[in-house]
C-alpha cells in the first residue's frame, strides 16, 4: 500500500465532499475534476481517469432516459398518470405511499437502479397530470428503492457481499429472506419518515411542465403511445425479471433505440433528453471510489476507527462503529465496494472478540444501502436529482435523520435477531 497515495487520495476526497456541499462550482464539473486531479497525480491511469464514462450502470442511465423521455413526447407518461390519479386521486401523501410501497415491492427482487429508471417517468406524468410538485414523491422513490433492497438476498449488492464473505470464511450465510428480518422494520420506517418528516424537509419543485406539455403535444399519437407502452413492457420485464442473453444495460439501450425507431421519440429529442449532468457526475465519481480502493485509503480509514474502539470493545460498540464507518463510506464510494471492504474485517474482529460475526456483518450490510445522505451515494439518489431540481444539501437535509433512524432499528433489532453470544 502507497500512503502518499492514499493520503492524496483522502485529500481529494475531502475538496470533492466540501464542493460538493458547497456546490461553488457546478457537481458534474467537481466529479469529472477530481478524476482528471487523481490521474494528473498519477494514482489513476489515463485510461482508468473516463473509465466511468463506460461504465454499465452509466450506460442503464443513459439508455433509460431515452425511454423515460419517450414516455413523456409520446404522451403515455400522462396517460398513466392520469390512469393512477383518477385512482389514488391527486393528493400528495396517498401518492406517495403508493409510489413507495410499490417501489420497496419491486426493488426486494430487482435492481433497485432498474425500478427507479421504470418507475421515475412514470412518477412524473403523474405529478404534472395530479398538478403536484413532483420532488417530495421523487425522494421517496429513491428512499424506497434503497431501502427495499435490504428486504432479500439478493435486493441489493451490499447484501450478496455480506453473505460471500460469511461462505469465504466458512461460516453458514443468511438465508434468502433472512434479511427481511430487518429489511422490512427499515422499509415501514422509511414510509412513515418521508410521509409525516422527509417530504416537508425537501424543496416542492414541480417538474418542468411546459416542455412536458410540448413534448407531449408534439408527436404523441395513439399509436405511438401504444408501442412506447410495448417497449416499456419489454424493458420492465428485462430490467425486473431478466431476459436470457441481455445485460439489463443491453435491455435499456434496445429499448431506447426501438423507441427511436418505432417513432415514440426523434433523434434529437433523445439526445435532449439524456440528463448529463447526472451522467458525468456519476461518471466522475466512480474512478474516485477505485482510487479509494486501489491505494488502501478506505481501508486505512477503517483500521484508524476500528483502532479508537480499544483492545476490548464491547460487541454493541463495534456494531455501532462499523456501522457508522460503512454508511460514512457508501455516502461517496460504491455500496458494494464498502461492504466488500469491511466484511472480511468485521468477521475477523468478531472472531477475535468471539462473538457472533452475524450481527456485524449484518449491520455493515444494511449500513451500505443507508445510502441517504449525498446525491452520488447510490444511482436511484443520482437519477432523481436532475428531474426533482435537487442540490445536495437537500440530501443532507432528508437523509441525516433517516440515517440516525436506521441505525436506532438496526441497534435494537439486530441483536434480537442475531444474538452477539447465542446459547449453544
Known sequence: ?????????????????????????????????????LGALGILSPTEVFSGL??????????????????????LAQTIGNSVVKRVGTK??????????????MSSFASNTGTVACLMPVMIGICVAAKIPCSPILMGLAIAANTGGTIT???????????????????EPFGFFEFAIIGIPLSLMSVAYMIFIGRRLVPHNYADVGAVSNVASSGGTPRS???????????????????????????????????????????????????????????????LADALEKTGA??????????????KPSPYLFMFVLFCLSCGLTQFMSNTAAAALLCPIGISIAQKM???????????????SCAF???????????????????????????VPLVVLSLLICMVVIPMAWPFFPES
Not at 298 to 311: E, F, K, R, T, Y
Open 54 to 75: 463506460s461504465n454499465s450502470t452509466v450506460v442503464l442511465f443513459a439508455g433509460m432516459f431515452v425511454v423515460g423521455a419517450a414516455m413523456l413526447e409520446s404522451g
Open 92 to 105: 400528495e401523501v396517498p401518492l406517495m405511499l403508493a409510489v413507495m410501497v410499490l417501489t420497496i415491492l
Open 298 to 311: 478506505g481501508a486505512m480509514i477503517a483500521d484508524q476507527v476500528v483502532g479508537l474502539m480499544g483492545d
Open 153 to 171: 438476498m439478493v435486493g441489493t449488492p451490499p447484501n450478496i457481499i455480506a453473505v460471500g464473505a460469511l461462505q469465504s470464511a466458512k461460516i
Open 225 to 287: 403511445r401504444f408501442l412506447c407502452l410495448i417497449i416499456l413492457i419489454f424493458v420492465l420485464l428485462g430490467l425486473c425479471v431478466g431476459i436470457p442473453g441481455l445485460s439489463q444495460e443491453m435491455v435499456a439501450v434496445i429499448g431506447a433505440l426501438a423507441c427511436v425507431l418505432c417513432g415514440c421519440i426523434s433523434e434529437k429529442s433523445a439526445y435532449q433528453g439524456i440528463d448529463w449532468v447526472t451522467i458525468f457526475l456519476f461518471a466522475g465519481m466512480l474512478p
Open 354 to 368: 468471539g462473538c457472533s460475526p452475524y450481527p456485524v456483518i449484518m449491520a455493515i450490510a444494511i449500513a451500505a
Open 373 to 399: 445522505t449525498t446525491p452520488v451515494a447510490t444511482p436511484p439518489n443520482t437519477l432523481v436529482m436532475g428531474p426533482g431540481k435537487f442540490k445536495f444539501v437537500d440530501y443532507i437535509k432528508v437523509g
Open 1 to 37: 500500500m502507497d500512503h502518499s497515495q492514499a493520503i492524496m487520495t483522502l485529500v481529494v476526497l475531502g475538496v470533492v465532499a466540501f464542493l460538493f456541499v458547497t456546490e461553488l462550482i457546478p457537481l458534474a464539473v467537481t466529479a469529472i475534476g477530481a478524476s482528471v486531479a
